[in-house]
């Protein structure tokens, strides 16, 4: 092949955040009118690599070509100019203008800057490329997720990208949705374009997809022809040999006559859960298994009472938890550690010792009146338990590690010993020495009698710090397993085949 | 990924931002002192206990809304509505000093005051609207309604029953700056040595931290307008007293000078952070320039330019600060 055909390179790219290094000796070639699927676990890199190449992130070494051309440093706004466009996740459209003038934002049809009429015959032709049916006029704060994707890709197209990355695009599309959206990825492909396709659906994937990448904790696995690859060896290459790290034994399960203190049945939610069924019971270590939009944080939040459920029950030690909310929850003993410590978690406007006892303050007041000196004995007891550096009362949590901030908010919580304890993404971007303490810390909590409920996208973290699973796809619990008799490969492959499985109903994932 | 961005990166400037933070954490109270030194040398009759204490005395009303201002910036939150609030105070105080009782009309005020801002808060929660724009609208209903209750008349009040507030001393010093002192030491105490305050910066520096801590983040929210309100009563009545004339028109562009001061002082506009002595700083900074201009017979002009230019710089000075942090 010649160079003309490679429409990114990159060569031997590194990415650092901090001291975590999220992306090491990455080389790829991404040819010309090809489709190219990035594939690996959360955290493997996919992401970033193309957030590298769309211009959001900057190499830290090596070199990324585009066209043939060696970039450096460039913004998503000479990306763009570079025929790149990257399409994300978290689309980044103005709700309050109208789908045209979104696909359009920029290149208004103009004279001397006063915009004139032909908008509309350019989106007519733009229509008859994507043919996605949308109306002009609606405005883009009306529209489906699934319809304002649509309206970020003709913005792509219209801007003649020749590269367009698409980070998760069918995690919010219905099955005939996603369908169209192949189709449309095939009528670019065939007019010369390069898509980057990163996904979690390999059944998407293998189906659309020409090359594919498969990536692991930050470096290239290998690259090839999607040709003779099939879901499994994509599996068995995201998934590699087991990491070196040790687990911490688990306490013995609680003996199946204990009642469980916590029962879901049956339970709805607006925000996607459908018809949940499960308990945990005191000093039982219960793991949520799943991919990002299973509904996994979802179960989490309805058991803290912060979202509502809109059918079944919930039982808490046998009584009807129908109107909980947070402040009720927490006086109950329940706790929630969330996804990202620092929007929902911390508060990093305060040291540590206020984000300690944000959750117990009555314990440490007395008619509202804060008891100072029991207030720092506590923080410093949780500071020496969890082993908190630096060691200070009043230290500066913004400027923590990651590691320093999880155990921070992880104090919050252990400080007053909770009943049932939900901890989601517990040790996600923290360094191995933090992990290793909160595996630890999980543990000690369920041979104090809690009750904890673990939601991690490591499947490995959840299967072997676990008693018992919950398998999930799309809102729903399909199987339950013991974690003593599971491996990461097998609750992977039920959970891809649960999804192939599963075509007619419609997703109703919130990413 | 993005929240190791920030680990343990030891600081090389460490001269630079410590100087900056110093400049950020002390500034308003360099600048005070600088003024006081300053304006010593260029006059006799400025570092006297009578001036001192009569700068204080005129500043009350305005230091004492100030102060319940910072734990409703503080908590995230805006209130445009003090000046119209301390307008429907005065009114009332004063209708009830003449038809009803002067004491009762001394605690009108306040109960009024709190019960309008119960109603900003009521609105910026139940509706889930900014504070910013709720504030706006219900100061132009309150300012409205004081009109109506005097029909647009002034009601002067000459009782001395009711003007001890506002004119009296004890020992030298005015009771309306005991008022304050009481008045600001409660706001300390509320801020920092109550789980009520604690749920202040809560809410005001992780809306959604808090709210997943069990706090309820909407009733704190209320409370923090109650108190705002509350003090722009109370500093109402303190100036019906003073002046012994109650107007409706009292108190225009009183709650930008609050929000002015408690800028100044350096209580971050994002919420989360700040502190009730900051405002009463800026108040005094303010009244201390204001001193200046009159002691030294320099054109009035210039005073709200100067002022002006002081609260741009200090908080540019607080963003680069933190900025570099």
Same mark, same amino acid.
């Given at each position: 092949?010649?160079?003309?055909?490679?429409?990114?390179?990159?060569?031997?790219?590194?990415?650092?955040?901090?001291?975590?290094?999220?992306?090491?000796?990455?080389?790829?070639?991404?040819?010309?009118?090809?489709?190219?699927?990035?594939?690996?676990?959360?955290? %493997?890199?996919?992401?970033? @690599?193309?957030? /590298?190449?769309?211009?959001?992130?900057?190499?830290? =070494?090596? $070199? +990324?070509?585009? *066209?043939?051309?060696?970039?450096?440093?460039?913004?998503?706004?000479? %990306?763009?100019?570079?025929? @790149?466009?990257? /399409?994300?996740?978290?689309?980044?459209?103005?709700? =309050?203008? $109208? +789908?045209?003038? *979104?696909?359009?934002?920029?290149?208004?049809?103009?004279y001397?800057?006063?915009?004139?009429?032909?908008?509309?015959?350019?989106?007519?032709?733009?229509?008859?490329?994507?043919?996605?049916?949308?109306?002009?006029?609606?405005?883009?704060?009306?529209?489906?997720?699934?319809?304002?994707?649509?309206?970020?890709?003709?913005?792509?197209?219209?801007?003649?990208?020749?590269?367009?990355?698409?980070?998760?695009?069918?995690?919010?599309?219905?099955?005939?949705?996603?369908?169209?959206?192949?189709?449309?990825?095939?009528?670019?492909k065939?007019?010369?374009?390069?898509?980057?396709?990163?996904?979690?659906?390999?059944?998407?994937?293998?189906?659309?997809?020409?090359?594919?990448?498969?990536?692991?904790?930050?470096?290239?696995?290998?690259?090839?022809?999607?040709?003779?690859?099939?879901?499994?060896s994509?599996?068995?290459?995201?998934?590699?040999?087991?990491?070196?790290?040790?687990?911490p034994a688990?306490?013995?399960?609680?003996?199946?006559?204990?009642?469980?203190?916590?029962?879901?049945?049956?339970?709805?939610?607006?925000?996607?859960?459908?018809?949940?069924?499960?308990?945990?019971?005191?000093?039982?270590?219960?793991?949520?298994?799943?991919?990002?939009?299973?509904?996994r944080s979802?179960?989490?939040?309805?058991?803290?009472?912060?979202?509502?459920?809109?059918?079944?029950?919930?039982?808490?030690?046998?009584?009807?938890?129908?109107?909980?909310?947070?402040?009720?929850?927490?006086?109950?003993?329940?706790?929630?550690?969330?996804?990202?410590?620092?929007?929902?978690?911390?508060?990093?406007?305060?040291?540590?010792?206020?984000?300690v006892?944000?959750a117990?303050?009555?314990?440490?007041?007395?008619?509202?009146?804060?008891n100072?000196?029991?207030?720092?004995a506590?923080?410093?007891?949780?500071i020496?338990?969890?082993?908190?550096?630096?060691?200070?009362?009043?230290?500066?949590?913004?400027?923590?590690?990651?590691g320093?901030?999880?155990?921070?908010?992880?104090?919050?919580?252990?400080?007053?010993?909770p009943?049932?304890?939900?901890?989601?993404?517990?040790?996600?971007?923290?360094?191995?020495?933090?992990?290793?303490r909160?595996?630890?810390?999980?543990?000690?909590?369920?041979?104090?009698?809690?009750?904890?409920?673990?939601?991690?996208?490591?499947?490995?973290?959840?299967?072997?710090?676990?008693h018992?699973?919950?398998l999930?796809?799309?809102?729903?619990?399909?199987?339950?397993?013991?974690?003593?008799?599971?491996?990461?490969?097998?609750?992977?492959?039920?959970?891809?085949?649960?999804?192939?499985?599963?075509?007619?109903?419609?997703?109703?994932?919130?990413? | 990924?993005?929240?190791?961005?920030?680990?343990?990166?030891?600081?090389?400037?460490?001269?630079?931002?410590?100087?900056?933070?110093?400049?950020?954490?002390?500034?308003?109270?360099?600048?005070?002192?600088?003024?006081?030194?300053?304006?010593?040398?260029?006059?006799?009759?400025?570092?006297?206990?009578?001036?001192l204490?009569?700068?204080l005395?005129?500043?009350?009303?305005?230091?004492?809304?100030?102060?319940?201002?910072?734990?409703?910036?503080?908590?995230?939150?805006?209130?445009?509505?003090?000046?119209?609030?301390?307008?429907?105070?005065?009114?009332?105080?004063g209708?009830?000093?003449i038809?009803?009782?002067?004491?009762?009309?001394?605690?009108?005020?306040?109960?009024?005051?709190?019960?309008?801002?119960?109603?900003?808060?009521?609105?910026i929660?139940?509706?889930?609207?900014?504070?910013?724009?709720?504030?706006?609208?219900?100061?132009?209903?309150?300012?409205?309604?004081?009109?109506?209750?005097?029909?647009?008349?002034?009601?002067?009040?000459?009782?001395?029953?009711?003007s001890?507030?506002?004119?009296?001393?004890?020992?030298?010093?005015?009771?309306?700056v005991?008022?304050?002192?009481?008045?600001?030491?409660?706001?300390?105490?509320?801020?920092?040595?109550?789980?009520?305050?604690?749920?202040?910066?809560?809410?005001?520096?992780?809306?959604?931290?808090?709210?997943?801590?069990?706090?309820?983040?909407?009733l704190?929210?209320?409370?923090?307008?109650?108190?705002?309100?509350?003090?722009?009563?109370?500093?109402g009545?303190?100036?019906?007293?003073?002046?012994?004339?109650?107007?409706?028109?009292?108190?225009?562009?009183?709650?930008?000078?609050?929000?002015?001061?408690?800028?100044?002082?350096?209580?971050?506009?994002?919420?989360?952070?700040?502190?009730?002595?900051?405002?009463?700083?800026?108040?005094?900074?303010?009244?201390?320039?204001?001193?200046?201009?009159?002691?030294?017979?320099?054109?009035?002009?210039?005073?709200?330019?100067?002022?002006?230019?002081?609260?741009?710089?200090?908080?540019?000075?607080?963003?680069?600060?933190?900025?570099?942090?």
């Open positions: 092949m010649t160079d003309t055909e490679i429409a990114v390179r990159m060569r031997g790219v590194a990415k650092s955040f901090g001291k975590t290094r999220i992306l090491n000796d990455i080389s790829i070639d991404f040819l010309q009118g090809s489709v190219h699927a990035l594939v690996g676990e959360n955290g %493997a890199g996919k992401s970033s @690599v193309g957030k /590298i190449i769309g211009g959001y992130y900057a190499a830290d =070494e090596g $070199t +990324v070509e585009i *066209n043939g051309e060696t970039v450096s440093r460039f913004s998503p706004r000479d %990306a763009l100019q570079r025929g @790149v466009a990257m /399409i994300h996740q978290e689309l980044q459209l103005v709700p =309050e203008l $109208t +789908v045209l003038q *979104n696909v359009f934002l920029g290149l208004e049809s103009q001397a800057g006063v915009l004139v009429q032909g908008d509309l015959a350019r989106f007519r032709a733009l229509e008859e490329t994507c043919q996605f049916g949308l109306d002009p006029h609606a405005k883009v704060a009306r529209l489906r997720i699934a319809e304002r994707q649509k309206v970020e890709i003709m913005r792509a197209v219209a801007r003649e990208a020749r590269i367009i990355i698409m980070d998760e695009p069918t995690s919010s599309l219905t099955e005939d949705e996603a369908e169209r959206l192949h189709a449309l990825i095939a009528r670019l065939a007019r010369g374009k390069t898509i980057i396709y990163v996904s979690h659906f390999l059944d998407h994937i293998i189906a659309n997809c020409d090359r594919v990448t498969v990536m692991r904790d930050g470096r290239v696995i290998h690259t090839d022809s999607m040709a003779g690859e099939t879901k499994q994509l599996v068995d290459s995201m998934l590699g040999q087991a990491s070196e790290i040790s687990w688990l306490p013995a399960a609680p003996a199946a006559a204990v009642p469980p203190l916590v029962e879901l049945k049956e339970v709805c939610s607006d925000t996607g859960l459908d018809g949940v069924s499960l308990t945990i019971r005191p000093g039982e270590i219960v793991g949520l298994i799943g991919l990002v939009g299973s509904g979802e179960i989490g939040r309805v058991l803290f009472g912060a979202d509502r459920i809109t059918s079944g029950s919930y039982l808490l030690d046998g009584q009807d938890q129908d109107r909980l909310t947070i402040n009720k929850a927490v006086q109950q003993g329940l706790a929630l550690v969330p996804e990202d410590r620092r929007k929902q978690g911390l508060v990093l406007t305060q040291t540590t010792r206020p984000n006892s944000l117990s303050l009555d314990k440490i007041s007395r008619y509202g009146v804060l100072p000196r029991r207030e720092r506590r923080v410093e007891r949780m020496d338990h969890f082993g908190i550096v630096p060691r200070r009362v009043d230290g500066d949590v913004a400027f923590y590690s990651g320093n901030q999880q155990k921070v908010l992880l104090s919050k919580w252990a400080v007053e010993t009943r049932l304890l939900i901890l989601d993404e517990p040790s996600r971007g923290v360094d191995i020495g933090a992990r290793q909160i595996h630890e810390f999980i543990v000690e909590m369920a041979e104090a009698g809690t009750a904890i409920l673990l939601i991690s996208s490591e499947i490995e973290e959840v299967i072997n710090l676990s018992r699973g919950y999930m796809s799309g809102g729903r619990i399909f199987a339950e397993a013991s974690c003593a008799d599971l491996n990461v490969d097998e609750a992977l492959n039920r959970i891809f085949h649960e999804q192939g499985a599963d075509p007619s109903s419609p997703e109703r994932i919130i990413a | 990924m993005t929240d190791t961005y920030l680990t343990d990166k030891p600081d090389p400037k460490i001269t630079r931002a410590s100087v900056g933070q110093f400049a950020q954490q002390y500034g308003v109270l360099i600048i005070i002192v600088a003024l006081l030194i300053g304006l010593s040398f260029a006059s006799d009759s400025f570092f006297t206990a009578r001036n204490l009569n700068i005395n005129q500043s009350a009303p305005l230091a004492i809304i100030a102060c319940a201002l910072t734990l409703v910036i503080i908590g995230g939150g805006f209130d445009l509505s003090t000046g119209a609030i301390f307008g429907v105070a005065s009114v009332s105080a209708y009830i000093a038809n009803v009782d002067p004491y009762l009309a001394i605690l009108a005020g306040p109960v009024i005051g709190l019960g309008l801002g119960a109603i900003n808060g009521l609105i929660t139940g509706f889930g609207v900014h504070s910013f724009l709720v504030t706006l609208a219900t100061s132009l209903v309150y300012r409205g309604v004081a009109i109506l209750i005097t029909g647009g008349a002034l009601i002067p009040v000459r009782i001395a029953e009711f001890w507030l506002g004119r009296e001393r004890i020992g030298m010093v005015n009771v309306a005991i008022v304050l002192v009481l008045f600001m030491l409660l706001m300390m105490f509320l801020l920092n040595r109550t789980t009520f305050g604690r749920k202040v910066f809560a809410v005001g520096g992780n809306e959604e931290a808090a709210l997943l801590s069990g706090i309820r983040t909407n704190i929210k209320i409370m923090t307008f109650c108190l705002s309100g509350g003090a722009a009563g109370l500093a009545v303190i100036a019906v007293s003073r002046i012994s004339m109650a107007e409706p028109q009292a108190g225009m562009g009183l709650e930008l000078e609050a929000i002015a001061a408690v800028i100044l002082g350096g209580t971050s506009i994002m919420g989360g952070s700040g502190a009730v002595w900051r405002s009463v700083s800026g108040v005094l900074l303010i009244a201390l320039i204001g001193n200046g201009f009159n002691i030294l017979n320099v054109n009035p002009f210039f005073k709200d330019l100067t002022t002006g230019v002081i609260i741009v710089v200090a908080v540019a000075l607080a963003a680069s600060a933190s900025r570099s942090r």
